[in-house]
């Protein structure tokens, strides 16, 4: 059922309002005979559809439509007046009315009108669907719009920067990802290398995305990503590396609403740590079957590693991605644990694209040796956070996981790019 809210000091206005919308199906209708009670009852529930007068005693229809603009921003706010001047009418649509009819109304366009309302007030209470063409690797369900900017010179550079940060935006961790974007794009540009920076969003989240990375090393970029933005939520692919970004809301009265994922995000880059005991307290009991079966995965995968230093060829190297893939799935069910599983799910994506000629028998061995090693890591973190319950942070592997990752992608890549030194890339 749509709320709808009459707002006007004249009784015989709202009576006409009212026979009006007895045509209208499917809504409910509630009467405020100024502003300040239209605020008052906007502050306690929300209406879908507010029909505002403008002149009014106490609060007027523009302070009235700025404050409950701000209690609720989809409430669709109807400006009504008398007076049909260009300079009201600015007014009203600048502080969130969307639009402005003249006094007096035309039932049938009236209707007309309130139908088309209803049709989008009704498309608001749906949930987002996939958009088939986003670009960020994160989720599909984003707004049908992007920003790009085409980084061309520094000039460009510039208008990204101060687009970002030199207006208000309600995104957590935004500065670091924006000197991040910049320092990565200004080598591009010294290297003669083009590329564009892509932004989409969804009501929550922010995913910003650098395309045409691949003269950047990706041993380069993760290094930089874990000495500079070591919460980063990120992925790298051969020719974008993608941010996913967490979104605030502003209430009325200036303080900042997180969403819960958000505070979570938010408390594990300050000294909130979330113990094990806390964790697996707050876990799902079906779940911890899979967290056992990792028990024979881990023995599954140490076998396949020795089977590949002592024959490797692409067939062994495929068994073990299978293998890690399963721990991957695993760890993307456990939102606590979307670090890990970024991490892992781009050691496989590496490992996937080693070719027959690069798996000589001394790089094999450093990598059976460095992949072994990690399998303890990880055999390690499920024994010290599941079954002992004593990791203080259920988190503390995050970082070193990610830098083994880094040192295994290191033993493959080729320093034909004497060009790619991270010391050149310049950050502030």
Not at 125 to 151: E, W
Not at 268 to 286: C, F, G, P, Q, R
């Amino acid at each position: 059922m749509v709320k709808v809210l009459i707002v006007d000091d004249n009784d015989n206005n709202r009576l006409t309002l009212n026979l009006l919308l007895e045509e209208v199906e499917g809504i409910e209708v509630y009467e405020a005979e100024d502003g300040q009670i239209a605020v008052e009852m906007c502050a306690k529930q929300n209406y879908d559809l507010i029909f505002m007068d403008i002149m009014m005693p106490n609060l007027d229809g523009f302070e009235a439509t700025k404050f409950i603009k701000q209690l609720h921003k989809k409430s669709m706010v109807i400006a009504i007046s008398a007076l049909d001047d260009e300079t009201s009418k600015n007014k009203m649509l600048s502080l969130g009315a969307e639009d402005y009819l003249t006094k007096p109304l035309h039932a049938e366009h009236f209707l007309q009108r309130i139908r088309q309302y209803l049709r989008i007030i009704a498309l608001r209470h749906k949930p987002m669907q996939k958009f088939p063409k986003a670009l960020n690797p994160f989720n599909t369900h984003v707004f049908r719009r992007s920003t790009t900017f085409h980084i061309e010179d520094e000039s460009a550079l510039a208008e990204f920067w101060d687009y970002w940060l030199n207006n208000e935006k309600s995104v957590i961790d935004l500065s670091d990802c924006v000197r991040l974007m910049y320092g990565f794009s200004l080598w591009l540009l010294k290297h003669a290398q083009e590329c564009a920076i892509v932004v989409e969003e969804n009501e929550e989240k922010l995913y910003m995305m650098l395309l045409h990375v691949k003269p950047l090393r990706s041993n380069i970029i993760k290094n930089i990503l874990l000495r500079n933005f070591p919460n980063a939520k990120y992925i790298l692919s051969h020719e974008m590396l993608a941010f996913q970004l967490d979104k605030v809301m502003k209430k009325s009265n200036g303080s900042v609403e997180v969403s819960d994922e958000a505070k979570e995000i938010l408390s594990k880059t300050h000294d909130n740590l979330l113990s094990a005991t806390e964790y697996v307290n707050n876990t799902a009991i079906s779940f911890m079957s899979k967290i056992d079966s990792l028990e024979a995965l881990n023995d599954e995968t140490d076998r396949a590693i020795l089977d590949f230093e002592k024959e490797p060829n692409k067939r062994n190297l495929m068994i073990i991605s299978e293998n890690f893939q399963e721990y991957a799935d695993i760890l993307a069910e456990l939102l606590e644990f979307e670090h890990l599983g970024f991490a892992i799910q781009t050691l496989i994506n590496f490992l996937d694209t080693l070719t027959v000629e690069q798996l000589d028998s001394e790089k094999a061995k450093r990598l059976s040796a460095m992949l072994l090693n990690l399998l303890h890591d990880l055999a390690s973190w499920r024994e010290n956070v599941f079954i002992t319950q004593i990791a203080r942070d259920v988190h503390y592997l995050d970082s070193s996981l990610l830098s083994s990752c880094i040192q295994i992608e290191a033993i493959f890549d080729e320093k034909s790019l004497d060009l790619s030194h991270d010391d050149e890339i310049e950050f502030f």
